[in-house]
């Protein structure tokens, strides 16, 4: 049998370890952000993409706090048993892990109707479970006995959310490939990169509803130990995925750059042009035309000196 207590630690030291590669991973993609590709040179501030900035900032902001309200409610819980999981630390985790997946998700949305419209759902659910989470934390009498089905409606709308928006950018990018074979390397490139971290968080998202499905508590105290690990697992993933796709699209980005600025001059090296002071090795072609050969010889015949002059004469009195 599997105690709160076991559960709320292994959860927490799970997210603990999954910070640390959460940290490795904002800070490579800040320094894609913040620097030119090549070196470390900040960039122009026209140049910088704020948004994905701002978000990435966001999450980090999220994540932290998250992690250090995790450790407080263990605390809590290892204290009071299970009466120390209605704490207020537990109300504000829950606030901070719907928003910070609502964050995730609105880059997603952009200008698509349908995961616009899920993300409306997730901060309603949202709201609506952060009040009456606040509600059961005073002991309220009132509160409704469908509270995890608004946390159920709330993962089914990310769920729906991730792989529409995933699964509508990696077509679009499919399409466009068939008809640019030019593009067609960097773009499926990049339709790899948006699928596989769509679906990394996708599959985190999946194993956490699965865990909270109504009646699936009724199979005993083993199903709290996978609640605690599904859930620090996907909010772990939720900065992971995202910091993923800025690392490597700027990873491809670079590699192409320097791949290009090569690949002019090797086209050039057959062109030559005339430049004063600079001296090259005339190629077999130059040595072998007869204007050049003629040229060559009126130079040598101008430059002899009287020596020259003297033995072409010994040589023309022996002919005769």
């Known amino acids: 049998m599997i105690s709160v207590n076991g559960a709320f630690v292994s959860g927490t030291f799970v997210q603990s370890l999954l910070y640390g590669l959460y940290i490795a991973s904002t800070v490579h993609s800040l320094r894609w952000l913040l620097f030119v590709d090549e070196g470390w040179r900040l960039r122009d501030v026209r140049a910088i993409k704020w948004p994905m900035l701002a978000v990435s900032s966001l999450l980090f902001f999220f994540t932290t706090a998250d992690l250090l309200l995790t450790i407080l409610q263990t605390l809590s819980v290892a204290i009071r048993g299970a009466k120390g999981f209605h704490t207020p630390w537990n109300t504000a985790t829950i606030s901070i892990e719907k928003w910070t997946i609502i964050t995730a998700d609105s880059v997603l949305v952009l200008i698509i109707i349908f995961p616009m419209l899920m993300c409306i759902g997730d901060v309603i659910c949202s709201i609506i479970y952060t009040r009456w989470s606040v509600l059961r934390d005073r002991g309220s009498s009132k509160l409704p006995i469908q509270l995890g089905h608004i946390q159920d409606v ?165 002919v005769d």
């Not at 339709?191 to 508590?217: F, K, N, Q």
């Not at 600025?261 to 042009?273: D, I, L, V, Y």
Request: proline share 4%.
């Open 154 to 318: 709330f993962y089914a709308c990310t769920i729906a959310l991730n792989i529409y928006a995933t699964s509508a950018i990696t077509f679009k990018i499919w399409l466009v490939t068939r008809f640019s074979a030019q593009a067609g390397r960097r773009l499926r490139l990049t339709m790899r990169i948006v699928a596989e971290s769509g679906l990394l968080y996708t599959l985190t998202s999946i194993l956490l509803l699965l865990s909270l499905i109504p009646g699936i508590g009724g199979l005993g105290d083993s199903v709290i130990i996978f609640q605690a690990l599904s859930d620090a697992i996907n909010f772990s993933m939720i900065g992971i995925a995202f910091n993923l796709i800025i690392i490597r699209v700027a990873q491809q980005r670079a590699e192409e750059e320097g791949a290009s600025s090569m690949n002019p001059m090797e086209s050039m090296s057959t062109m030559h042009f005339g430049t004063p002071g600079v001296q090259r090795n005339p190629s077999h072609r130059e040595q072998n035309c007869p204007m050049r050969q003629a040229t060559s010889s009126l130079k040598d015949f101008s430059e002899k000196g009287p020596e020259q002059d003297q033995k072409d004469e010994i040589l023309l009195d022996r």
